[in-house]
């Protein structure tokens, strides 16, 4: 069966730090994989989407960055953070070409609750 | 642009009576609809689905209604338990098979 792993599950990080959040998918090849966000009081928000290696889409401008150096792996970056990146951070994985055919159900992981003072 | 809509932040549910969470969108592209539950510090958890072929989909004690007309879906839990206390999450499927979340509604079951 297939599980993701995210960690690490809490950060807390001073303002102007780097971060790096990571997530590994196992039992699946060739994922889908993303990164959301949820900022108190709000929805889920798409930051990054990935269909393969180094293959990424940024869905908007801010102060992240995403990597996806393997297959399974995919991480999440800033050289520099904002008070405004404080949130909870998860990482997801859907099965690759679905075409017209079923939902696109992501599979999320344990999220990862990031504070910057 | 929000283009889906979850309107009630909270809902607050007696046990064993009905649970209706609402959810309405703008895009009439979107071919899918997916219901979430999220529990505090987890991530989201998938709980029933449907097609934009279809107006209802069952499984359960959870039936999700759409109208597309309207543009409008529901999750309708009967009966609701106090487990199924939680964050609801609509989302709906669209270009390149993304998906776009609604905010999110506090569902609150009474003992």
């Known amino acids: 069966s297939q599980t993701i792993h995210q960690w690490p599950a809490t950060l807390v990080q001073p303002v102007g730090s780097p971060l790096s959040l990571e997530c590994t998918v196992e039992?699946?090849?060739?994922?889908?994989l993303y990164w959301y966000r949820q900022a108190a009081g709000r929805g889920l928000q798409l930051l990054f989407y990935?269909?393969?290696?180094?293959?990424i889409s940024s869905e908007v401008p801010q102060n992240l960055s995403a990597s996806r150096p393997q297959d399974r792996q995919f991480i999440l970056s800033s050289k520099k953070l904002l008070l405004s990146d404080s949130g909870f951070y998860l990482c997801a994985w859907s099965a690759f070409n679905l075409g017209s055919s079923g939902a696109n159900v992501l599979t999320f992981g344990a999220g990862s609750r990031l504070t910057v003072l | 642009d929000q283009q889906v809509k979850q309107n009630s932040p909270s809902l607050s549910v007696q046990e064993g009576r009905i649970s209706i969470l609402n959810c309405d969108y703008t895009n009439s592209m979107f071919d899918y609809f997916l219901w979430y539950k999220k529990y505090p510090a987890e991530g989201p958890t998938f709980l029933i689905s449907i097609s934009s072929i279809k107006d209802k989909n069952e499984d359960g004690r959870f039936t999700v209604f759409l109208n597309k007309s309207a543009k409008h879906l529901s999750l309708h839990i009967v009966p609701s338990q106090p487990g199924d206390s939680a964050v609801y999450f609509c989302a709906a499927r669209g270009y390149g098979n993304k998906l776009v979340f609604g905010a999110g509604t506090i569902l609150r079951v009474k003992s």
């Open positions: 039992g699946t090849s060739n994922p889908n």
């Open positions: 990935s269909i393969g290696i180094d293959q």
